[in-house]
């Protein structure tokens, strides 16, 4: 999540990007709220705040997923310990499915004491252990979530990820993407050798967006964060008309 000096800025910076490296670097991260984000555990309560009011914003202007409803289903992509399922999505959906590719981390929402009362209520749904790049969603989903975990993959895998989970939204449903936004001043991306990801501009989304024929319905940046860390976007994404 922080701006860290051992990041070069690159025009190709996805080109860096080391899927193996980036497993082993996640399976060294104790399996923690502090760990899943960067030692800056504080900011969990402002961000689940924020995204819990962007989709309250979205359902006020929404026919078929108003706030007066549970959504049916939600996936949380990139899901590590279940941060944001049982902070969030539990509270706005009657069933969660998880992809997260490092089992030690799923082992805490399909084990943990924590998640025991979702999973006895059958709240838990499938729980993926493979990297988005892989994965092939098979359910229908009023909402697609992906914070924190899309610069794991390649432009190219991005794209081809994107056009797979837009077929499998339900009417009116979204793909949210959370991510922190590239600072450098001529606006590449930038790659990060610690944990092999790359940190895009918000040109570089909206041209990604719009290869996978995906429209920007809603966006905003993230309030609240210490100024250390990189500027956060989330956006709401649905299929071309």
Known sequence: ???????????????????????????????????????????????????KTFLAKLRLKSSTHPKTMPLSRVVDCGAGIGRITAGFLSKVADVVDIVEPVKKFTDVITEGNDFRGLREEG??????????????????????WNQWCLGQLTDAQLVRYLLRSKTTLTKGGWIVVKENMSTDPAGNDIFDEEDNSVTRHDRSFMRLFNQARLQVVATELQKGFPKVLYPVRIYALQPES
């Open 1 to 51: 999540m922080a701006d860290d000096i051992s990041e070069q800025p690159g025009p190709s910076a996805d080109a860096s990007i080391d899927h193996a490296a980036a497993i082993k670097y996640w399976n060294g991260v104790t399996p923690t709220v502090n760990g899943m984000l960067g030692g800056y555990p504080h900011v969990s309560r402002i961000d689940l705040q924020g995204s």
């Open 123 to 144: 709240r838990i749904g499938k729980v993926y252990n493979q990297g988005l790049e892989d994965w092939e969603p098979v359910n229908a989903y009023d909402l697609i």
